[in-house]
Structure formats: structure tokens, C-alpha cells
């Protein structure tokens, strides 16, 4: 399985920024698919998660301002991030849990990671 991630960047504060994430390699069924963020010197957060029923979960930190959604048909899931803040300054990463495959499940696979920069 791979994954590809799109849409960081460098956003003023109270702007909006939408990523992407595409997986690809023989997948038949995506069960819970996500993202995380880990700022400079801090541990690896979660910011959502989308289950393939639409099921959702959000950090606390999101406070209504992050979207999470997902396309089963292409393997897809995004997050549309508004009234971004300096502190959601961050390398954001795809995350993607028992997928099935041609050859099985599979397990905890994590996207390179894409930079998101908000400015004051």
C-alpha cells in the first residue's frame, strides 16, 4: 500500500487549507482511515479519524474548525482545515488501518507527511 499526500503549505492565520490523501496497491476495502500531526519538539497527535461507515472522531483541538472525509470508491480521504491557527503548525500525516488487500489486511500505514506552515 502506498499513500500520497497533497495540499500543505504555507497559510496566513484564520485561512483554510485542504489535504489530501491517495492510497493505492491492490486495495479492495479501507476500514479507518485518518490523519496526524507532530509540531517541532512535540509527539504525534491525532487530528481525526473517518471509519469507512462515515463514523468520525476528532481531536479536541479541532473544535469544529477540521472536516474529515473520505471517497471508498477511490481511496481517498482529505481534510478540509478552516480558521487555522500559528499552533496547527505542523507535518501532517495520512493514516490508513486495516486495509484489505489482494494479498490480506494490513495494518498501520502512514503517508510521508506534508508540511503545514499558518503564519501570524
Known amino acids: 500500500v502506498q499513500l500520497v499526500e497533497s495540499g500543505g503549505g504555507l497559510v496566513q492565520a484564520g485561512g483554510s487549507v485542504r489535504l489530501s490523501c491517495a492510497a493505492s496497491?491492490?486495495?479492495?476495502?479501507?476500514?479507518?482511515s485518518g490523519w496526524y500531526r507532530q509540531a517541532p519538539g512535540k509527539q504525534r497527535e491525532l487530528v481525526a479519524l473517518?471509519?469507512?461507515?462515515?463514523?468520525?472522531n476528532y481531536a479536541d483541538f479541532v473544535k469544529g474548525r477540521f472536516t474529515i472525509s473520505r471517497d471508498n470508491r477511490k481511496n481517498t480521504v482529505h481534510l478540509q482545515m478552516n480558521s487555522l491557527e500559528p499552533e496547527d503548525t505542523a507535518v501532517y500525516s495520512c493514516?490508513?488501518?486495516?486495509?484489505?488487500?489482494?494479498?490480506?489486511?494490513?495494518?498501520?500505514?502512514w503517508g510521508p507527511g506534508t508540511q503545514v506552515t499558518v503564519s501570524s
Open positions: 493514516y490508513l488501518d486495516q486495509v484489505l488487500t489482494m494479498g490480506g489486511y494490513e495494518y498501520n500505514h
Open positions: 496497491g491492490n486495495i479492495i476495502s479501507i476500514s479507518v
Open positions: 473517518i471509519t469507512s461507515g462515515g463514523k468520525t
